[in-house]
């Protein structure tokens, strides 16, 4: 398969684990430069260092929340090349609790992080693009986008706002050569369980228990597959599912 992505500068939010750092990885093989961005340094400065050492790119690191609108505009303003891919990643989800009891502190780290973080890197990095007349936006949506399901109300809520958003902005980009996408995974096993379920392992392997879900690497390659399509190619969007799971709810275990 040809490879379009060499030389490019991939962004991408939330690379310190999961989807991110798998995306981030796949880029910087096929000889992608990455800006990976997250709140956890360490992480960020030990994913450069295996980078550079593995791969004949130059990597960057930031560190910052995507909640943080000055701490995104500082950061897109100290970007020293042009950013041909932005993978809007970063997000999570708090808690499966009922609309009745649920934290509403938990709602805002969601809407904060999932939208407005998102909205945010897009509004920054967009204009460039259009000026450029070229570029990729990748938003990580989710099954969650597309369905809703108990217990999922605001998180459901963000990834159906991700969808729409990233509806608009191919329309708003409309006779641009920009390209919009996103990608919409069932379950993958990341760190994202233990995140929702606030550090409790037990609870966030039980989503897995009995079942092959899918893996960060599975989507990573979905993200690649749509940057490196020949430029007259949008792909707007991918449902993907694990085999066993055929639904937000309906997810096949082995014991069943
Ligand atoms: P992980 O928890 O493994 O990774 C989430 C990443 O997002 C981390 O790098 C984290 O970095 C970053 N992040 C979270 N909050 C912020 C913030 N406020 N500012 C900056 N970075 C932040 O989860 P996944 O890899 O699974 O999740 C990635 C995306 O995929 C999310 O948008 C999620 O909603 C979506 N998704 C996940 C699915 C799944 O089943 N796992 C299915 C469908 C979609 P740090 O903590 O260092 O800031
Ligand atoms: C994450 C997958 O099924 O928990 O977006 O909504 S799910």
Known sequence: MQNRLEDKWVLITGATAGIGKATAEL??????NVVITGRRTERLKE???????EYAIEVEIASFDVRDREACQSF??????????LVNNAGLAKGTD?????????????IDTNVKGLL??????????????S??????????????????????STKHAVKAFTEATKKDL???????????????????????????????????DNMKPLVAQDIAEIVHFMANRPPHVNIMDTIVFPTAQSSSTMVHRDND
């Open 27 to 32: 880029f910087a093989e096929s000889g992608a």
């Open 47 to 53: 994913i450069k260092a295996q980078f550079e050492q």
């Open 76 to 85: 897109v303003d100290g970007l020293s090349n042009p950013i041909d891919i």
């Open 98 to 110: 009922a609309v009745y009891d649920a934290e509403l502190d938990d709602w805002d780290t969601m």
């Open 120 to 133: 945010t890197m897009t509004r920054l990095i967009a204009p460039k693009m259009k000026e450029r007349n």
């Open 135 to 156: 570029g990729h936006i990748i938003n990580i949506g989710s099954i969650a986008g597309h369905e809703s399901y108990p217990g999922g109300s605001v998180y459901c």
């Open 174 to 208: 409309h006779g641009t050569n920009v390209r919009v996408s996103m990608v919409s995974p069932g379950l993958v096993e990341t760190e994202f369980s233990e995140v929702r379920f606030k550090g409790d392992k037990e609870r966030a392997d039980e989503v897995y």
